[in-house]
Every structure is written in C-alpha cells, then in structure tokens.
C-alpha cells in the first residue's frame, strides 16, 4: 500500500514518482515493483544534503546543505519541496549550474523540506 507524498524510484530506467493518490497496488516500473525511496535526516554528509530551511521577508528560502552542495551535472540537486501539510506541497526544480536552493514566495510557514540528490537520494527536515 502506498501513502500520499511517498517517493518511488525504479531502478532500472531513474524514473522518480511522488504519490499523489494512495492506491494498495504496487507501482511498477520497466517491469519491476519501483523502490520506497527513504527520507534521510542524518548519516555521513548530511551537511551538504539536510535542507535548511531560512524565514525571509517575502516567505520561505530552502538551501540544500549547511555546507553548499555540488551541481554539477554528475551530483547536483534535482528538486526542492516544501510542504505545510499534505495537502499544501510546493516543488521547485534544479539543474546543475543553479544555486542548490529554492525561494516560496508567500509562504510563511512549512512543516517539512526535502530535496532530492541525484546520487545520494532524498533528504528531508522537518519542524
């Protein structure tokens, strides 16, 4: 059974799918069953992963990592997603060369920030 905002990657072709609707199917991909992705919080360069998530005066700046991330096109960040509850979800996405971090504008408050590294998986903090 799957669960809204869960995130899923298949390892045979790296297409990556957010659950929007939960379903108690299992989500397949190339033929395989995809992989729960889990939320890292804390391990071996988590500062340069763990979101960090800065009140500004227009609403909300997520940087990925207290220590700036690579973005290069072989490490970079793929996405950026803050949520203030499951049903207020908010997705910017990167490309190696960018700043690894996002501005939401009028956004005054989140319960949770994750990003996505495209070598190291997914980070999350939440309030």
């Known amino acids: 059974m799957t669960k809204k905002l869960e995130v899923y990657?298949?390892?045979?072709?790296?297409?990556?799918?957010?659950?929007m609707h939960?379903?108690?199917?299992?989500?397949?991909c190339c033929g395989k069953p995809m992989q729960l992705l889990e939320e890292k919080t804390k391990d071996v360069g988590m500062e340069k992963h763990v979101p960090v998530v800065e009140k500004?005066?227009?609403?909300?700046?997520?940087?990925?990592?207290?220590?700036?991330h690579p973005m290069v096109n072989e490490h970079y960040i793929e996405w950026i997603e803050i949520s203030k509850d499951e049903d207020e979800v908010?997705?910017?996405?990167?490309?190696?060369?960018m700043n690894p971090e996002a501005k939401f504008e009028g956004i005054e408050k989140v319960d949770k920030a994750r990003g996505y590294c495209n070598i190291h998986g997914?980070?999350?903090y939440k309030q």
């Open 56 to 68: 500004t005066d227009k609403g909300i700046k997520v940087k990925v990592g207290s220590i700036s």
């Open 90 to 97: 908010y997705i910017k996405f990167l490309k190696p060369g």
């Open 9 to 19: 990657k298949c390892n045979i072709c790296g297409n990556i799918v957010i659950v």
């Open 22 to 28: 939960p379903g108690v199917g299992t989500l397949v």
């Open 122 to 124: 997914l980070w999350s």
